[in-house]
Antibody, heavy 120, light 110 residues
Framework: DVQLVESGGGLVQPGGSLRLSCAAS????????MDWVRQAPGKGLEWVGR??????????QYAASVKGRFTILRDDSKNSLYLQMNSLKTEDTAVYYC???????????WGQGTMVTVSS | SFVLTQPPSVSVAPGKTARVTCVGD??????VHWYQQKPGQAPMLVIY???DRPSGIPERFSGSNSGITATLTISRVEAGDEADYYC?????????????FGGGTKLTVL
């Protein structure tokens, strides 16, 4: 089965750091762009950023709200995607999903999400 | 940046047709994707590239996109279709990728 499983969420204080992981299985991870999308409690979906594949030089792009604080990494040898989050703010509190990108555009596979709470 | 506007809620009786709109400036020039999200679950792609259905999505789900409005149409609505629905496009701002979601529409089956 095609699957994405996130982990690493939890409670962190404002200004702190956290690293999320996303383990992929059931497909050729290295072929695909991978993104992070988040959802604050009771709110809509917000794109966080993208990690392109080796064929596109592993380039990354970020939403303005996280640029300079968040970093997306991928390890194709481990079929894994990561989200390094620094200088966390209370407004970063959300469920974080990793998602496989279909044809550079849509998100066809989603993980179950991992909750990040930023609070003192 | 590009803004997508969805009605907060749509209500429909079982067996009827539900239409969820997504309004954006010249959205017809973008490819629109739609997601269904049930409470406590991850989103699921139901329509991509305006009107294509992923495998496993019933033919009751269809999409269209023209001008300033994209529309997700659900025919013969069932109780299990009750969920939040989000439209999505990607845009380019100063050569930077931006992925934009609409605010979401809660579909209630009466």
């Amino acid at each position: 089965d095609v699957q994405l499983v996130e982990s690493g969420g939890g409670l962190v204080q404002p200004g702190g750091s956290l690293r999320l992981s996303c383990a992929a299985s059931g497909f050729t991870f290295s072929d695909h762009y991978m993104d992070w999308v988040r959802q604050a409690p009771g709110k809509g979906l917000e794109w966080v950023g993208r990690a392109r594949n080796k064929a596109n030089s592993y380039t990354t792009q970020y939403a303005a709200s996280v640029k300079g604080r968040f970093t997306i990494l991928r390890d194709d040898s481990k079929n894994s995607l990561y989200l390094q989050m620094n200088s966390l703010k209370t407004e970063d509190t959300a469920v974080y999903y990793c998602a496989r990108v279909l044809l550079e555009d849509a998100f066809d596979i989603w993980g179950q999400g991992t909750m990040v709470t930023v609070s003192s | 940046s590009f803004v997508l506007t969805q009605p907060p809620s749509v209500s429909v009786a079982p067996g009827k047709t539900a239409r969820v709109t997504c309004v954006g400036d010249n959205i017809g020039s973008h490819s629109v994707h739609w997601y269904q999200q049930k409470p406590g679950q991850a989103p699921m792609l139901v329509i991509y590239y305006d009107g294509d259905r992923p495998s496993g999505i019933p033919e009751r789900f269809s999409g269209s996109n023209s001008g300033i409005t994209a529309t997700l149409t659900i025919s013969r609505v069932e109780a299990g279709d009750e969920a939040d629905y989000y439209c999505q496009v990607w845009d380019s701002v100063s050569d930077h990728l931006v992925v934009v979601f609409g605010g979401g529409t809660k579909l209630t089956v009466l």
